[in-house]
């Protein structure tokens, strides 16, 4: 987990897709220009369905594919521009030069997969999810800043 700036953590059960269509809808209203939401865990976690339920909340309604094989996709909604990124084929940091990283966050906000390969160029203020699969099922673990900390202060889903 990521401690630079942290304000908070919270558990989430995603008991089911409708428990991580809210959690997205609840990150895309807080979701605004230079966010990070960086989104950790292993293959088949969730990390891209989550990324789903945020972009459906911020009202993009095409289909949206796993950015796997482009490493980013870009999305215009009525709020902002979100870019969707996969880093799990980056080897090396320098690449986040041409993936476009500083740029998005200039124009809009980024959700990234596979955070860790971004090295330090993720911002401090970063949101970061951090999802698991167990025998109990799928888990949110979600830190951030003070910032964030308020955006997720009135959830009564934490467990």
Same mark, same amino acid.
Do not use: C
């Given at each position: 987990?990521?401690?630079?700036s942290q304000?908070? *953590?919270?558990?989430?059960?995603?008991?089911?897709?409708?428990?991580? =269509?809210?959690?997205?809808?609840?990150?895309? @209203?807080?979701?605004?220009?230079?966010?990070?939401?960086?989104?950790?865990?292993?293959?088949g976690?969730g990390?891209?369905? !989550?990324?789903? @339920?945020?972009?459906r @909340?911020?009202?993009?309604?095409?289909?949206?594919?796993?950015?796997?094989?482009?490493?980013? *996709?870009?999305?215009?909604?009525?709020? !902002?521009?979100?870019?969707?990124?996969?880093?799990?084929?980056?080897?090396?940091?320098?690449?986040m =030069?041409?993936?476009g !990283?500083? #740029?998005?966050?200039? #124009?809009?906000?980024?959700l990234?997969?596979?955070? #860790?390969?971004?090295?330090?160029?993720?911002?401090?203020?970063? !949101?970061?999810?951090?999802?698991?699969?167990?025998?109990?099922?799928?888990?949110? *673990?979600?830190?951030?800043?003070?910032?964030? @900390?308020?955006?997720?202060? #009135?959830? *009564?889903?934490?467990?």
């Amino acid at each position: 987990m990521h401690k630079d700036s942290q304000g908070f *953590q919270q558990s989430f059960a995603l008991v089911d897709l409708a428990a991580t =269509d809210a959690l997205g809808a609840r990150i895309a @209203a807080s979701l605004r220009i230079g966010d990070v939401v960086a989104l950790n865990g292993d293959l088949g976690s969730g990390k891209t369905t !989550l990324a789903r @339920a945020i972009l459906r @909340a911020l009202g993009v309604s095409e289909a949206v594919p796993s950015p796997t094989f482009t490493l980013v *996709q870009a999305y215009e909604t009525a709020r !902002l521009a979100v870019r969707h990124y996969d880093l799990y084929r980056v080897d090396d940091v320098s690449d986040m =030069d041409e993936l476009g !990283l500083d #740029e998005a966050l200039e #124009e809009g906000a980024a959700l990234i997969e596979w955070p #860790e390969h971004a090295g330090a160029r993720l911002p401090p203020d970063a !949101l970061h999810v951090a999802l698991t699969f167990d025998a109990r099922g799928r888990r949110a *673990q979600i830190s951030g800043s003070q910032r964030w @900390a308020r955006a997720f202060g #009135e959830t *009564q889903h934490a467990g």
